[in-house]
T-cell receptor, first 103, second 115 residues
């Protein structure tokens, strides 16, 4: 059975801080999905990655297939980054990491 | 920019009634999905659909649920005889290739409230 675990569950930060959110999974995969869920409920795709690293603006996602682990980093965090960040593998979603960034 | 749309945004129904949730996927996408998220819980996969048939479904997707692509644009989720525990946000998503390795685009969701 595929399990997807995220840590931490909740995260608070001051504006400008570097953020790291972790995701571990239990089955072999070809790709992992990072998503952002806004306070209003909408879900936005951030990254789909199968190896190495991807960068988009202030967001960086890395994956280690052998260790079954991925991280999402946010550089120079901003209050508008406040959201729930979700890792998904093979249609199984993690419980999400709730990030709050304070000015 | 193309987007997935869902209607209605909020549906209130009485227990035992049937509801149909509608989705319009991105036009050139071939794979369609329904997910649900009970308040305060994680997103759960319900079903995926390709070439006019279900390609994968979860344990949640029992005989109470059905999906259909009635025309070239709409993708619907029907819930027969709704129960209180069906209250949730339902998300539709679409992708241009099979979803496990390809990016899915999500609609804004339909909040279903069963009274």
């Amino acid at each position: 059975k595929n399990e997807v675990e995220q840590s931490p569950q909740n995260l608070t930060a001051q504006e400008g801080e570097f953020i790291t959110i972790n995701c571990s999974y239990s089955v072999g995969i070809s790709a992992l999905h990072w998503l952002q869920q806004h306070p209003g409920g909408g879900i936005v795709s951030l990254f789909m990655l199968s190896s190495g690293k991807k960068k988009h603006g202030r967001l960086i996602a890395t994956i280690n297939i052998q260790e079954k682990h991925s991280s999402l980093h946010i550089t120079a965090s901003h209050p508008r980054d406040s959201a729930v960040y979700i890792c998904a593998v093979k249609l199984i979603f993690g419980t999400g990491t709730r990030l709050q960034v304070f000015p | 920019e193309p987007e997935v749309t869902q209607t209605p945004s909020h549906q209130v129904t009485q227990m035992g009634q049937e509801v149909i949730l509608r989705c319009v996927p991105i036009s050139n996408h071939l794979y369609f999905y329904w997910y649900r998220q009970i308040l305060g819980q994680k997103v759960e996969f319900l079903v995926s659909f390709y070439n006019n048939e279900i390609s994968e479904k979860s344990e949640i997707f029992d005989d109470q649920f059905s999906v259909e692509r009635p025309d070239g644009s709409n993708f619907t989720l029907k819930i027969r005889s709704t129960k209180l525990e069906d209250s949730a946000m339902y998300f539709c998503a679409s992708s241009d290739y099979w979803g496990a390795g390809n990016e899915q685009f999500f609609g804004p969701g339909t909040r279903l409230t069963v009274l």
